[in-house]
C-alpha cells in the first residue's frame, strides 16, 4: 500500500558542470557590461538633450528678443540726443553758399533761422523791388539743395529811402 519513504540527508548533492560554470561567468559579464553602456547611453542622451534645450533657447532668445523698458530718464536722453545730431547735421554750408550766392546782388540778407526737425531754413530778406523778391525765390526754387521755397510774408519799408520790401520764404532742404 503505501511505500516508505527513503531519506538520505547524507548523500551528495549534483555538483555544477563546469561548463554550466563559466556560462553562468559570461552571462554576468555579458549583463555587467550591458548595464555599464546602458548606463553611458543615458548620460549621453541627457548631455544631448540639454544641448537641444541649450540651442532651442538660444534660437527662441534670437527671435524673440526681450525688450527692456526704457526709463523717463533714457527716453529723455534719447530725444535730446536726437535733437544734438540733428542740429549738427544741417548742411549749412551748403545752405549758407545757396542762399548768399545768388547772382544779382539785388537782395539783402537779413537772417537764417533752421527747423532741423522739419528740415526747414526761413530766410529774411530785402530786396530793392517785387520784380527782385520773386527772381530770388525763383532761384532759391531751382537750388538742388533746396525744395519746396515759398514765400510767407512781404511787406514795403515805406519810411526806408528806396521802399525796399522786406521778406520772408521758407524752403526745406533735401537730405542727402
Not at 556560462?23 to 549583463?31: G, K, Y
Not at 537764417?112 to 526754387?141: C, G, H, W
Amino acid at each position: 500500500m503505501s511505500r516508505a519513504l527513503d531519506i538520505d540527508f547524507a548523500r551528495n548533492r549534483p555538483r555544477i558542470a563546469p561548463a554550466g560554470l563559466v556560462l553562468l561567468c559570461v552571462a554576468l559579464t555579458l549583463v555587467l557590461v550591458s548595464g555599464a553602456r546602458l548606463w553611458q547611453g543615458y548620460d549621453e542622451n541627457l548631455q544631448m538633450q540639454a544641448r537641444v534645450d541649450e540651442e532651442r533657447h538660444r534660437s527662441l532668445s534670437k527671435s524673440h528678443p526681450v525688450k527692456v523698458q526704457a526709463t523717463p530718464a533714457a527716453l529723455l536722453a534719447e530725444k535730446q540726443n536726437l535733437a544734438v545730431l540733428r542740429e549738427l547735421t544741417v548742411p549749412w554750408q551748403d545752405l549758407l553758399s545757396i542762399v548768399e550766392d545768388y547772382p544779382e546782388h539785388d537782395v539783402a540778407l537779413i537772417g537764417i533761422d533752421q527747423n532741423p526737425v522739419q528740415s526747414q531754413v526761413r530766410i529774411t530778406a530785402e530786396a530793392k523791388d517785387f520784380d527782385s523778391m520773386i527772381a530770388y525765390l525763383r532761384y532759391l526754387q531751382s537750388s538742388k539743395l533746396l525744395r519746396e521755397a515759398v514765400l510767407n510774408d512781404q511787406q514795403i519799408e515805406a519810411n526806408v529811402p528806396g521802399t525796399p520790401v522786406r521778406f520772408q520764404i521758407t524752403a526745406v532742404w533735401s537730405r542727402s
